[in-house]
T-cell receptor
Framework: DSGVTQTPKHLITATGQRVTLRCSPR?????VYWYQQSLDQGLQFLIQ???????AKGNILERFSAQQFPDLHSELNLSSLELGDSALYFC???????????????FGPGTRLTVL | AQKVTQAQTEISVVEKEDVTLDCVYE???????LFWYKQPPSGELVFLIR??????QNEISGRYSWNFQKSTSSFNFTITASQVVDSAVYFC????????????????FGQGTELSVKP
């Protein structure tokens, strides 16, 4: 158990709909990262938050947005869903950067999104 | 641009065999970080190791060992005396140096190598 929690575990919805995925980082971790894992694209970085502020963006569609709340949990909002959005969405958290440089990210169990 | 290549898509071995998973990376950064993650059939991603670019020492942890060679931009992973429980998809990943405001540090993953260990 990594200590990162994600809900829901599975989500089935229809095209055009909007969903919200939730992530709670490990206790003490300030950074939250979102990744998408799909068969054709592999594991791709979407967006990073640090202590409530957006810090980096990857290949995140405009239909997707995220935020990190004062209690450090994060939500990823996916709207106008398309069939191609079906994927496993991971949240990861890490401690803040230190003089040691990048630190390992610990991943949640993922949310499997199926768009029908 | 940064890139990670895991040329082996699938590997199948028999229990107790040694197996090496290859990872080749590309980056223009002088400081970078390399990782290995394991994704068992249950789907979660499990952290295995982090290696800094300025530390070329190889590492051994039980049956696992890692060989980092900057000269060939490779960070290979060897499992000695493989077991059925080692069956999983293994990902190699690359990260840049995070900024002073904790921006960056995103992981760039290879396509993964699916290891199947048969009894």
């Amino acid at each position: 158990d990594s200590g990162v929690t994600q809900t829901p575990k599975h989500l089935i919805t229809a095209t055009g709909q909007r969903v919200t995925l939730r992530c709670s980082p490990r206790s003490g971790d300030l950074s939250v990262y979102w990744y998408q894992q799909s068969l054709d694209q592999g594991l791709q970085f979407l967006i990073q938050y640090y202590n409530g502020e957006e810090r980096a963006k990857g290949n995140i569609l405009e239909r997707f947005s995220a935020q990190q709340f004062p209690d450090l949990h994060s939500e990823l909002n996916l709207s106008s869903l398309e069939l191609g959005d079906s994927a496993l969405y991971f949240c990861a958290s890490s401690v803040e950067w230190s003089l040691a440089g990048a630190v390992e990210q610990f991943f949640g169990p993922g949310t499997r999104l199926t768009v029908l | 641009a940064q890139k990670v290549t895991q040329a082996q898509t699938e590997i199948s071995v028999v229990e107790k065999e040694d197996v090496t998973l290859d990872c080749v990376y590309e980056t223009r950064d002088t400081t970078y970080y390399l990782f290995w993650y394991k994704q068992p059939p249950s789907g979660e991603l499990v952290f295995l190791i982090r290696r800094n670019s300025f530390d070329e020492q190889n590492e051994i942890s039980g049956r696992y060992s890692w060989n980092f060679q900057k000269s060939t931009s490779s960070f290979n992973f060897t499992i000695t005396a493989s077991q059925v429980v080692d069956s999983a998809v293994y990902f190699c990943a690359l990260s840049d140096q995070p900024g002073l405001y904790n921006q960056g540090g995103k992981l760039i993953f290879g396509q993964g190598t699916e290891l199947s260990v048969k009894p």
